[in-house]
């Protein structure tokens, strides 16, 4: 007889097809996996059953009604989500700064003087210091042209250019001064004010506008007035050229938001400020104990993230109850937020708190899906077996695994941990926080326009074109290519993918990107497998553990599981992906153990 | 002993003006030297093909009338990294500052 496994996940639905001989023996014959349709427990997802089923069976040259049974997992009643929120921010008001990267500025060092448009030449006063503005209406010959034409009369000692012809000024100029240019917004630079302009010496960094006293030098500040400006110096640090503008009414502020507290319903409750940062937070949810509900202070940032989570995971669940938030994963992280008021685009990193939140529902609807499928398939469908114990069964059949086993699951909206003793008893736990926070995490840091590209840097190993015939991985390794690679990739960090490569947009060294992703994904999945482990383990011991298999889809990052190796093997537990049934490699743990169960 | 500079290639025939104008602006941009050459070819692969084999610095310019095109010395002749009909002013100083910034090691424009 033919029996089919149906595994349904948030992200992945996967089929295992199994026979059952009439010697009573289970011979697997083939499996496979789609996307889940619809959120997982709902019966849009018999769309993605259904043709997973269909593709397993055509593979071994059958058709769905050929089955004589099918056994889908009782699903896991929980569910995730994640959110993001910034601790401080900074405000410039009346554009006080510009301070960015082109990449071909001209001359160097500083220069400080009163913002003169190109157009208003002919009203400057003779002797007085100007920055010339040009906006790129004007080409670099005429503006070369006008500044040698003038240079007796008017003393100018900088200029800022709208278009990026700064060395083309600079070459035709007979006096060499600093050009600043690629300015975005020109129109909202004030004609009239004073201005500190700066350009660094080749292979250096801006070095006075940078230092909160240098500009207090340059531009004349008292004591007051440089507190206030340290904002901006801080936010200057690392670019090659910059301006700062002095304007009377302009007024920075770095803000620290009222942060709010977490409040802990639970054993052990308590309160926790957000300001504390994510180590306290954790601990605090650690010594807990049994939790009941979290929720943030009424009026602040973090009580309105719970709220946001609530109503979010209520429209999953469907169900008017009350929603209670029984585990959170904070992470700390830095965020690159624009500033207001900024001329170039012009970004400061502002402190931010990450938070996965996980609520437990009822029980999600899995025979309405059964029956569903019964109807549409005619083929006799059963919910068979909680999910942890179907995956500890399939997690089994890993060559070398042996009873007392663990297994951690990491999936996109949880890490689910599960134990299984000699004498078959069971112990499971669900903690919040898995592949999604860690896409967030990732676009956050790296200030990434869209989450689909955060995802895929977390899937994928990083490369970067060096000519149009080699490029150098990540590991230092340098691949050359017969043919000549697509110019559009040169020069360019991309994504070594399965389907090519994938070109990252924005402009990021390649290390940086890898230090994030790296730090994101231990912050992650390191903290969450000790939390899951130390909850199922005998006495909360984790050196009571022997082995760890860990599967779901997580499992098969490229980076993931050796993390989680080196940091168990500090306590002496074996610890590695899982192989399931020798072939699967650590997915299909759930559908196997679907089929393995119905022997028994 | 003669010496030239390392420069990139700019191999004309009858170019136009504005467009030659553009892409020698878009490579002194960048900070890199250039030569113009006329030469009588009326193949725009031939001449960018042979301004980036005989430029020291390996990467070339054709432009033959009002039509231009980059090619980088290793790369297969009529398979040019970009080419541009009719280019307008913008297009023409783009494809100048890519010939310099394949020498720099940096991201097209």
Redesign the interface.
Known sequence: MYIAGVDIGNSTTEVCIGQITLENKVVFLSSTSCPTTGTKGTISNTHAIKSALKEAMSNIGKDVSDLDLIRINEAAPVIGDTAMETLTETIITDSSMIGHNP??PAGFGQAVGEVLLIQDVSRATPGKPYILAVSKEFP?EAVAQIINRIAGAINIVGVILQA?????VE?RLQKKIPIVDEVARMAKLPAGVTAAIEVAVPGQTIRMLSNPYGIATLLKLNAEETRIITPIAKSLIGKRSAVVLKTPGGNVQENVLPAGEIHLKAEYGGNVNIDDGAEKIMEAVNKAGTIHDIYGQEGTNIGNMFKNIRGSMKEVDGTDTQVHITDILAVDTMAPVLIAGALAGETCLEKAVGVAAMVKTQQLPMQKIAQKLEQDLNVKVVVAGVEAIMASLGALTTPGTKLPLAIVDMGGGSTDAALITENGDIATTHKAGAGELVSMLIQTELGLRDRHVAEQIKKYPLAKV????HMRMENGQITFVED?ID??F???VVLLTENGLVRIEE?IPMDKIVQVRREVKQKVFITNAIRALQEVAPQHNLKAIPNVVLVGGSAEDFEIPEMLMEEFAKHMIVCGRGNIRGSEGPRNAVATGLVLSYRK | MIVSRPSIYIYVNHPDGDTLREVHSGIEEEGVFYEVIERGEDNVNRLAYDAANDSMLGSGIGILGNTVAFQIRGVEYGKNVEQYENPTKNQSRIIGANSARAIKKQSFK
Do not use: I
Request: no cysteine.
């Open positions: 990449s071909t670099y990026d012809e700064a060395v083309l070459n060096e000519s149009l015939f000549s110019p559009r040169f020069g360019r402009d």
